[in-house]
């Protein structure tokens, strides 16, 4: 008898441990992995762009392009996105030897902008309760692609601001929420810098000329969103 009671014990007890070990696991984890390693997406947002000292780049506005993601190892990831941003600026006119500026009416300024990126999920390869933030560090370049036109094109060369193609560098960061293993949303804000060139008139002789720069780095502010498809 003594030897039935102590094997029962033993088999409730065993349930028991059993049972505990089986809650245990059966705990839900906040960390979701992530299951496909690439991504792409169309973004639309808003660019807050730096004119320079001199005033010479585009107005802010609407910036939309599309982005390519992929995952490499851990937390990090490589990214590649192509944006069109299309503005106007002012045109100036100066007296040559003089530093006399003034706004002769505006032309079109529409940049293509292609960037590679060092993207580092903070959370690592996965999710935190459907949130992935992650930092971005890139560079690329930025062309004009609108054809010259008057007033911009009546003037002599030396007074014409030319962006044509220049190298720019960008930081940033965002969030990444997954509503399902493959469809999430994503905002993202960056900083990016590009160089204005100063045109030749404005750059006087004299004491004056210290204070004008031959190029600048503007900064840019922008602001995007987008539906995000993982494979």
């Not at 320079?52 to 802010?60: F, I, N, V």
């Not at 060369?157 to 190298?167: D, H, P």
Request: net charge positive.
């Amino acid at each position: 008898m003594r030897k039935l009671l102590l094997h029962s014990g033993l088999v409730v007890i065993l349930g028991l441990s059993a049972a505990t070990d089986g809650a245990a696991q059966g705990i839900d984890s906040p960390y979701r992995f992530i299951s496909a390693r690439q991504s792409a997406m169309a973004f639309g947002g808003y660019l807050s762009s730096g004119k320079g000292t001199l005033d010479l780049g585009p107005s802010s506005g609407a910036f939309f392009g599309a982005r390519y993601s992929l995952m490499i190892s851990g937390p990090f990831g490589l990214e590649g996105d192509v944006g069109y941003f299309s503005r106007t600026r002012a045109v100036y006119d100066t007296v040559p030897g003089d530093t006399t500026r003034q706004v002769i009416g505006d032309a079109d300024m529409t940049l293509l902008i292609g960037t590679a990126s060092l993207r580092f999920n903070l959370t690592g390869p996965r999710t935190y309760r459907g949130f992935l933030p992650y930092l971005i560090f890139g560079a690329g370049i930025a062309t004009d692609l609108a054809a010259d036109q008057a007033p911009h094109s009546e003037l002599p060369g030396e007074v014409r601001f030319n962006f044509g193609t220049s190298f720019l560098g960008q930081l940033g960061g965002g969030i990444e929420w997954l509503a399902t293993e493959r469809v999430g949303i994503r905002v993202d804000a960056r900083n990016v810098l590009w160089k204005l060139k100063t045109p030749r008139a404005f750059l006087i002789k004299g004491e004056q000329a210290r204070l004008l720069p031959a190029d600048e780095w503007a900064q840019n502010f922008s602001l995007t969103a987008g539906l995000v498809f993982r494979f």
